[in-house]
């Protein structure tokens, strides 16, 4: 089956919130796939069968009827979709979930936690109910803003946090976060405080994971890589610490992910998915 993927940018404010809203259906290209860790929270509103996520090694397989929440993760993670996929979802910015949880980011990092812990099961089995019946996917994303749109309340600190992270975002990871915390007004522990509730992490672990983000997926696979190069213009100390990161966010050195990547484009040339996830087996 082809895979069918519409996505939009939503209407402000949520797009302060949010990078896109999503629907996605169809045959997945491998029964599971790995996701490095990227600057980005999701939610996943399931209409078919469970997915399955695995959030590191040290964790087991769990099962989501309905669907999840993941926080900024740190780590790659597995997911296992049904052999027919049908989901509604949002990809937020590192901070973009804060409005919508009733816990600390903190709470969930590395924790998928499903969706009707966050929301509450009638209100999400009323939700599913209106996207399972909705004409197309256009509409199916009216809904999900419109959800959002209700839901979105006032967030204490949000503003330093959105403030902080999007000037961390446009550098790619390498401005200084010392400048940052001087230029807020507010001490390094304060920030510090702000962004593990509301995203996660501390400011320096979303710097590192942008950072990583930012050179990696950009790669061409279908070119030849100089990892020297690489490394050294985006400012790694040498090409060891670069593969170190590389190992630390995807558990591969970088020629694996480089085949890796290169596997996903021989088996599925134009993919929807191609890209970040990696093929887990």
């Given at each position: 089956m082809d895979v069918e993927y519409v996505s939009r940018v939503p209407r402000p404010p949520l797009d302060g919130?949010?990078?896109?809203?999503?629907?996605?259906e169809g045959a997945p290209p491998y029964a599971r796939l790995t996701l490095p860790p990227a600057p980005s929270a999701l939610l996943v509103?399931?209409?078919?069968d469970h997915l399955r996520i695995r959030a590191g090694a040290d964790i087991d397989t769990a099962e989501y009827?309905?669907?999840c929440v993941v926080t900024m993760p740190t780590r790659a993670w597995a997911f296992g979709y049904p052999l027919r996929t049908r989901t509604v979802g949002v990809h937020f910015k590192p901070w973009g979930t804060a409005p919508f949880l009733p816990m600390p980011?903190?709470?969930?990092?590395?924790?998928?936690?499903?969706?009707?812990?966050?929301w509450g099961r009638p209100a999400v089995a009323e939700l599913q109910e209106r996207l399972a019946t909705a004409r197309g996917p256009h509409e199916m994303l009216?809904?999900?803003?419109?959800?959002?749109?209700?839901?979105?309340?006032?967030?204490v600190g949000l503003g330093l946090v959105r403030h902080t992270g999007n000037a961390v975002a446009a550098t790619g990871g390498t401005v200084a976060i010392r400048d940052l915390t001087a230029a807020a007004g507010v001490s390094s522990t304060h920030l510090a405080q702000r962004f593990k509730e509301l995203v996660g992490v501390t400011?320096?672990?979303?710097?590192r994971?942008?950072?990583?983000?930012?050179?990696?997926?950009?790669?061409?696979?279908a070119e030849p890589i100089d990892w020297g190069e690489l490394a050294a213009g985006a400012?790694?100390?040498?090409?060891?610490?670069?593969?170190?990161?590389?190992?630390?966010?995807?558990?591969?050195?970088?020629t694996r992910y480089l085949e890796a990547r290169r596997q996903f484009l021989r088996d599925h040339p134009g993919h929807a998915l191609d890209g970040w996830p990696l093929p887990a087996d």
């Open positions: 919130l949010i990078d896109d809203l999503y629907y996605l509103l399931n209409l078919g009827a309905d669907g980011a903190a709470e969930l990092r590395d924790r998928p936690v499903a969706v009707e812990q966050v009216t809904l999900l803003e419109e959800e959002l749109m209700r839901r979105l309340c006032e967030t400011p320096k672990r979303l710097a994971t942008y950072r990583f983000f930012s050179t990696a997926f950009p790669i061409d696979p400012g790694y100390f040498d090409q060891a610490h670069f593969g170190h990161e590389f190992r630390a966010f995807t558990g591969l050195t970088p």
